[in-house]
């Protein structure tokens, strides 16, 4: 346990702490220990976290949180004041006695584990902010159950990002219950995800977020810098009270009020579609009682279908919208996508434009959007991060919508814990965004076997060398992250790695390079039935690492764990060498009509930890021919028939595979 760097001096009382949102260190905290945490939660997941025995949806069950809040913006105190209620479905098959919730925005604070972790990196952020610049989110009363207070207490204190709620009476299987929750939540003056600059406000964060209970029970994380986002599905009904002359950009349908994008409205842009036809409004719950302040309107956003809301607000926003029309066999489709672009200092219709581009681009590796809308909005800090329906980037970028975008699908609709496996959304949403611009190597290889371009240097086409060797480079940065002692695998637990540089090295680029080895293994076409196929599946849902694998052997007829084991448990690189190539010359020239022959025979032996089926190829005067080694051997012999002379024997001679060494095993023959 880490020393308390910087005590608060807030907690006048225990009984104000708790009010606060404090850390109460008079409830016998001590004795609680946070569930899935700390030495004796697996640094790697052996078993399912999520994905029932039967390895498909059956048998699959995920608790349902359902928030209606009213959320007024109070400027003045860089704050919003909220009250709700979350309706919380245990659809589990256990007894709930105690409901853990989230308090994220007061990592960005003095004396939180994400504060302690800075501090011990030499980082300077949060830890030694003073009010009113430091973040909050603390009960304004205790979390309520038919009027009935609930005893509450912070069991990482000083952190106060994960809560425990001791229920009055046990939740059993299959029962609801309603909490009354009022709080006020405070973004930081230091930007992070989250964060305000004037009367531009980013909420990232902001609601008491109800932990995940899944098969290995309570998943109540602390929020440090390395992955933040698992959440329940559920409806979000929230109702905002904003001052009028600010606009919003949030997850959800703006289903009444005035979300103020007319008024803002660029020259040239469509007006605003709000989607409203997407909820069947008559089947909405009443809308809650908001206060009528003067100089403040409401506007009531709903969601489902979600397990995150986020929201921006500023009055510099100007409004760009349109749709998007999904075609049908090239021509307008059968429905579309509401699009909202927020920003205070972008380039009219980039945005827009780079948004049907994106949405273009997975519809055709998923299948399609599942939400109605979809907004892009401006936000204070550069870079950017994905909410459901909701992206907040810092700056105007194909790339990054490409990226954000992508997380809609994983993220938002196939939903892992990112704590614990954010390869799977990082990692696959990288991937794609190498691949939408032409930088994935199975396709590029594709195109280089296409038209037998097999020697870089030599390759015609300036794009495609280019691409290639972008795709190189990628490749060797990845192969000298993995060199380096002590790379972590993949799959560690996020807060086990060592630093925010080695968490990104390997859950966005190495995980991208496991993405390019699957796509090799399973083949274009295989890998994208996969695609579709673990998306219609398992979208809506909770995924782990056993839905992705069993998805794919469900696709390829085959079992995959060795390839999954490999990238996700260990770190290791491809690396083969072929050896001693000979050449046997069959067939009988005194026999009429016998075809001549030319067998190839060469040792292709495993160096490096990883197995991959390598491609080898064999070129004559007619092209190259490529068979496939298999996967599993340590050393093994490929035989290649031919009708021709063989001119050169060549480790993968398009460069399909993630390894810098195939270009050392090169032959000529004759
Ligand atoms: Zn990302």
Redesign the pocket.
């Known amino acids: 346990m880490r020393a308390l760097l910087f005590p608060r001096t807030l907690m006048a009382s225990a009984a104000l702490a708790a009010l606060m949102g404090a850390p109460r260190h008079t409830l016998g905290a001590q004795a609680i220990t946070l569930p899935n945490q700390g030495a004796a939660s697996p640094r790697l997941p052996k078993t399912p976290a999520t994905t029932p025995p039967s390895g498909t949806t059956t048998g699959y069950w995920q608790q349902r949180a359902d928030y209606q809040i009213v959320a007024q913006l109070d400027e003045a105190r860089g704050l919003v004041k909220a009250q709700g209620a979350l309706r919380y479905t245990n659809a589990s098959p256990d007894t709930l006695r105690e409901l853990w919730l989230h308090q994220h925005l007061n990592a960005f604070r003095p004396g939180s584990r994400w504060s302690a972790d800075d501090e011990a990196k030499g980082k300077e952020r949060f830890q030694r902010l003073n009010d009113p610049d430091h973040a909050f989110e603390r009960f304004t009363a205790a979390p309520r159950v038919n009027g009935q207070p609930l005893r509450f207490s912070y069991p990482l204190a000083p952190d106060s990002t994960v809560v425990r709620v001791e229920l009055r009476q046990p939740l059993p299987p299959g029962q609801q219950l309603e909490v009354q929750l009022s709080w006020e939540a405070r973004p930081s003056t230091v930007l992070r995800r989250q964060g305000r600059r004037g009367r531009h406000f980013d909420f990232a964060q902001w609601f008491p977020k109800v932990a995940v209970y899944d098969r290995h029970g309570w998943k109540p994380n602390a929020f440090v810098a390395q992955g933040e986002l698992y959440g329940e599905f559920g409806t979000f009904d929230v109702t905002f009270v904003l001052p009028a002359d600010q606009v919003i950009a949030s997850t959800g349908v703006p289903v009444s009020g005035d979300p103020g994008w007319e008024r803002v409205r660029l020259p040239g842009s469509a007006a605003p579609d709000y989607a409203r036809r997407a909820y069947g409004l008559a089947g909405l719950p009443r809308a809650p009682r908001a206060p009528a302040l003067k100089g403040y309107r409401t506007v009531r956003f709903v969601a489902r279908d979600v397990h995150h809301f986020g929201w921006s607000v500023s009055p510099d926003y100007r409004y760009e919208g349109g749709q998007w029309i999904r075609p049908r066999n090239g021509r307008p489709g059968w429905d579309t996508v509401a699009l909202h672009v927020l920003h205070e200092r972008w380039s009219p219709g980039r945005t827009l434009g780079d948004a049907r581009h994106a949405l273009t681009w997975l519809e055709s590796l998923y299948g399609p959007y599942a939400w109605p809308q979809l907004t892009i909005a401006e936000r204070l800090e550069s870079s950017g991060t ?1 909410f459901p329906m909701l992206v907040m980037d810092g700056e105007e970028d194909r790339s990054l919508v490409v ?2 975008v992508g ?1 809609q699908f994983t993220y938002g609709l196939l939903a892992n814990n990112e704590w614990q496996s954010a390869w799977m ?2 990692g696959f ?2 991937y794609q965004e190498l691949w939408s611009r032409g930088e994935a190597r199975v396709p590029l290889a594709a195109q280089r076997a296409a038209r037998q371009w097999h020697d870089v240097v030599t390759i015609p086409d300036s794009a495609v060398r280019r691409r290639v060797r972008a795709v190189e480079a990628f490749t060797a940065t990845i192969e000298e992250a993995t060199r380096l002692t002590g790379a972590p695998p993949l799959g560690l637990r996020s807060d086990l790695f060592a630093s925010k540089e080695d968490y990104d090295a390997m859950v966005y680029d190495r995980a991208a390079a496991m993405y390019s080895a699957l796509h090799d293994v399973l083949g274009e076409e295989r890998f994208r039935v996969f695609l579709r196929t673990y998306y219609g599946r398992w979208s809506f849902r909770h995924v782990d690492r056993w839905a992705m694998q069993r998805t794919a052997e469900s696709v390829t007829g085959t079992r995959l764990g060795w390839f999954f084991d490999q990238w996700i448990d260990s770190t290791g690189t491809i690396d083969y060498v072929l050896e001693r190539p000979t050449v046997v010359r069959a067939g009988d020239d005194s026999v009429a009509n016998r075809p001549k022959q030319w067998v190839v025979t060469v040792q292709l032996q495993r160096r490096g930890a990883y197995r991959h089926p390598m491609p080898v190829g064999v070129r004559t005067a007619s092209g190259w021919t490529v068979v496939r080694a298999e996967p599993l051997p340590d050393r093994q012999t490929v035989r290649i028939v031919l009708p021709e002379p063989p001119m050169d024997v060549w480790l993968d001679p398009f460069g399909t595979v993630e390894s810098r060494t195939t270009a050392s095993s090169r032959f000529v023959l004759f």
């Open positions: 994905e990226h954000e997380h959304d990082e949403t990288t």
